[in-house]
């Protein structure tokens, strides 16, 4: 058995959200802690997701850490490699190498009597702490469907986060199954260099147009010299999309130019009027993660790309037959079906107090306050847990909110000598604001999408704008949280 590192925080996941909450634990001075990250490198979707024409739909100046600008502002939209660099260079500048454990998988996390977590790797590492902090994001485990006849499949199959770059596009046939924010990004990629592409819709897709990748030379002359600049810049794009498109989840003012906007987007790029009716959404703006993209239709206007809407039955030996028993043959398969985003923190085992498995608290889908605690877990932490995804603004301010308010109640419970809880009425209010905040947006009522479980309860989103989520966290955790004692902890174990 291998010895038990004892340490003060142990945060699990190196993405925006580790890297993040390692920079808030070293301004406030706590430096007993390290980052876990189950892959080779650090970076979270930014690393996994490698397909062609990956890239970001959020502004560089706001999708970035607020104490750390992007040296070149001339980026208007990160592609996923400026993204990669960016915080890879952040890590290093703030300090956070040496509290990086890189390929260590979590595979188990136990609350114990002694009141601090146990931590398990699949490397057979242990580590003990005060406090646990998951920040693993939530879009990392693919979701592929059970298609018919998936092993009968001669030809190359994989996901859209594990891009497999020894198969060669070049001249052939590719399949995309999906027309969320990734296919849209990949298919206008593809589409140059493949003989054809087939492009499988389940359900079309609001796309709204977005700003030129690079500034023009009179804006980036101004991002450049002017030292105010960026931040300016950044508070604008902060508010703006808090204002106008945060109201689109409500079916609020802005849902209606929002709307305008993109079915304008969807005439002015697809001249076939049959084309544009398949490609017309029969649902309200918003229920799903709205697409950002200039490019994708006028692929899809392409002569050698195809748009099929007939449902996929099976998969043949030679490519993906659809319920009008048309045979698309297909030498590459790509899912692009996204993520298994409500599954929170699966498939690790996390037990917390008297032995229960969150997983079987969170049976009939996921909460958390504020998405960063769970009664009945102490002293353990998320950022990006249960309804706390921004469909409107920057998930990594998000996560800079979360980290700040995380990071106060872990010294909280370092100045108190014990771990901490959300308090059953402080749960209790904000589960009920939660209710009917949420029951004020188009999400319970709306389509599928990985805003909700199968069993439509919406886990993921959070259903208020950005600057409510910063008023709302801003308070001490030591209102909403109380210690936990000896004889709470005494039936650890139990399970
Ligand atoms: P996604 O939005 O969940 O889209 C998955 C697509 O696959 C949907 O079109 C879905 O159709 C389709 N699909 C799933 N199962 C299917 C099946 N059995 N048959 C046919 N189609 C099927 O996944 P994603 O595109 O990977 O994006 C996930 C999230 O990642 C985004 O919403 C966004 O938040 C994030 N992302 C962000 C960026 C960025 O630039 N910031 C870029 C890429 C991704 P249905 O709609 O009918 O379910």
Redesign the pocket.
Known sequence: MTEVTDLDVVVVGAGFGGIGLGVELLRVGITRFLILEKASELGG?WRD?TYPG?????PSHL?SFSFAPYTDSTIR?PDRRDIQEYLRSTAIKCGLQRHLRLNTPVTAASFGEDGRWLVTTSTGDRYTAGSLVWTVGQ?HRP?I???AGRELFQGRAFH??RWDHTVSITGRNIAV?????????MVPHLARDAAKVTV??????WVLPKPARRFGPVARWVLEHIPAMHAIYRKAIYYGADLVLSPVMTAGWTAHPARWVARAHLRLSVPDPQLRARLTPRYRIGE??I??DNDFYRALCRPNVELVTE??TELTSSGLRCADSRLHPADVIV?????R?SEFLAPIEVRGRDGVLLSQQWAKGASAFYGLAVPGFPSMWMLAGPNS?S?SGS?PTIKEFQARYVVRGIQQSMRLGAAIEVSPSAMHSYQQWMDDAMAGTIWPTG????YKTASGKVTNPWPATNRAFDRMTKHHPATDFEPVTAADTSCTGAA
Do not use: E, M
């Not at 899912?335 to 993520?339: C, H, I, L, S, Y």
């Open positions: 979707v997701n990956c890239a970001c739909d959020v999708y939209y879009l979701h469907p059970a298609l859209s986060a199954i999906g027309t969320g924010s990734s296919a849209a990004q499988f819709q389940r359900t079309p897709a799903k993660r697409v950002l449902p996929i899912f692009a079906t996204g993520f985003a995804f469909a998930n389509v599928d999408s990985w």
